[in-house]
């Protein structure tokens, strides 16, 4: 009814700061019981985050959002600036998951038991051909027998701290190769290097909506 889509694992909130966000999560989780608490897993941005947790837990913390949350038809023009109710969004992900967060901890040890199984682990003697960084902060990544464990952890438990991750490097263009278009990895990178001159190119695309935007 209000155009957040049906409860999952996985909130996505945009244009809200960390610090609003993190208390409203903190109150939620003081009522919540252990296994029922709610994560930041994806810093998206400086405004942009994604929550991760049971989909009964977000459905609670949305709720506590929207009280927070100015209708799109609510003048504020003659209201302090300090009182007046936020403009943010708010919408569950079509994910069955909640990754990023600890609730796929037992997830890391199956998935890396099928790794080994089917023989699907890096040779660490052969070497990468591009730098390799970590999602969760920036580090270089180098090749190690222990190199498929450490991606599956990224996946399932450590947070994205994407900020980090695409500054370790400087760089002149950043390539998108993912499905995505103007709503992937590309359009949400253009957004924390926009000013830089770093130019974002969506290589998995012939078109673009944006002409900040290449294809």
């Known amino acids: 009814a209000h155009g957040e889509g049906r409860p999952t694992p996985m909130l996505a909130v945009f244009n809200l700061t960390l610090s609003v966000l993190q208390a409203q999560v903190d109150t939620s989780n003081k009522f ?7 994560e930041i897993a994806l810093h998206n941005g400086t405004r942009a985050f994604v929550c ?13 959002l929207r009280k927070l949350k100015a209708s799109s038809s609510l003048n504020q023009t003659k209201i302090p600036f300090s009182e007046r109710r936020l403009k943010f969004g708010t919408k569950f992900l079509p994910i069955s998951s909640p990754f990023h967060c600890s609730y796929l901890e037992p997830a ?3 998935t890396s038991k099928d790794i080994d199984r089917l023989g699907l682990n890096f040779d660490p003697s052969v070497p990468f051909e591009i730098p390799v960084v970590s999602t969760n902060d920036g580090a270089l990544i180098d090749p190690s027998p222990t190199l498929m464990t450490s991606l599956i952890t990224q996946i399932c438990v450590k947070k994205v701290v994407w900020t980090k991750a695409i500054t370790v490097i400087k760089s002149t263009h950043i390539l998108d190769f993912g499905p995505g278009h103007k709503s992937g990895v590309g359009a949400l990178t253009h957004r ?3 000013g830089s001159g770093v130019q974002i190119v969506l290589a998995g695309t012939i078109d673009s909506t944006s002409s900040s935007l290449l294809s």
């Open 32 to 38: 919540l019981a252990v296994d029922q608490k709610i």
């Open 52 to 64: 991760s947790g049971p989909p009964k837990s977000l459905y609670g913390l949305n709720l506590l």
């Open 108 to 110: 890391v040890e199956l």
């Open 192 to 194: 924390n290097v926009d």
